[in-house]
């Protein structure tokens, strides 16, 4: 069995567990044992994106012990893996010692549906979405990592399911991180054209495969009043979808006991 350690992130354990359950769901139908370290946090972003690279140092030195002991690490978020594979490397390039263990965990990570499409060669769960869906590729995901094909080939063989693809589907919601907090009126401007995108397209769904994007999202439609429901990919995939959609409110959390 391959051995995995899912790397949760912080907006989805805060916000949207039932991702990680549906991380979890499809790494193990896919023939890998999964675990959670206690010991990992915050993958770094907001201190990174902040210029604070002593605090991104400390962080990153827990992250990379945490998950050394793994075959795979795997993430369901684009950024917080852009954060591991393209980042972590850099902030040790002085040295030696630190660089050698962040190259090689970046080697080993992954995003969720990279994983499960280029390394386990698994397209196809015994899912059902019932009607039109759109899709919204994050940027860390799509230009750091190249996730772009993978989602769609996911979705291509959910039973129910039709892709709708909006205009400008690979242009940036606003969300950015510490971005909509230093910019907030450029980060608004950027959300409202992105949620009118989302219904122009007249799909009922909205999916990704970055939490950060998909709060940012659905908060804008509910301003807006779309008539449109918003989850993460994994939780279609993973037949997890019976919960409030992001933005719904509270009552997110999944037992995986009852998905096994």
């Not at 350690?5 to 896919?30: Q, S």
């Not at 690279?53 to 030195?61: L, P, Q, R, V």
């Not at 959300?191 to 908060?219: E, H």
Request: with cysteine; glycine share 10%; proline share 4%.
């Amino acid at each position: 069995m391959i051995s995995v350690g899912l790397f949760v992130t912080c907006l989805v354990d805060l916000h949207r567990p039932n991702v990680g359950f549906a991380a979890i769901a499809l790494l193990e139908e896919a023939g890998c044992t999964v675990e959670v370290p206690d010991s990992q946090v915050c993958c770094g972003q907001p201190a990174y994106n902040s210029g604070d690279d002593g605090s991104t140092i400390k962080i990153a030195k827990q992250v990379i012990t945490a998950f050394e002991r793994f075959q795979y690490v795997v993430v369901p978020s684009g950024s917080c893996a852009s954060m591991i594979v393209a980042h972590y490397p850099e902030l040790f390039s002085d040295d030696a010692i630190w660089l050698k263990r962040a190259e090689d965990l970046a080697g080993r990570s992954h995003e969720l549906f990279g994983f499960l499409v280029d390394i386990m060669k698994v397209d196809t769960f015994p899912a059902e979405h019932v009607g039109d869906v759109t899709y919204h590729d994050a940027c860390s995901g799509l230009r750091d990592l190249g996730i772009k094909d993978q989602p769609r080939q996911l979705m291509s063989n959910v039973s129910g399911l039709s892709l709708v693809e909006m205009e400008d589907t690979d242009v940036c919601c606003g969300f950015g991180g510490t971005f909509c907090v230093k910019f907030p009126d450029i980060s608004e401007r950027m959300v409202s054209d992105k949620a009118a995108l989302v219904k122009q397209s007249g799909a009922r769904t909205l999916l990704g495969g970055d939490m950060g994007c998909l709060l940012n999202i659905s908060g804008r439609l509910s301003r807006v009043d779309a008539n449109v429901r918003v989850f993460h990919l994994a939780e279609v995939l993973a037949g997890m979808t019976d919960v409030p959609a992001i933005g719904e409110g509270a009552g997110t959390l999944t037992d995986p006991a009852t998905k096994a």
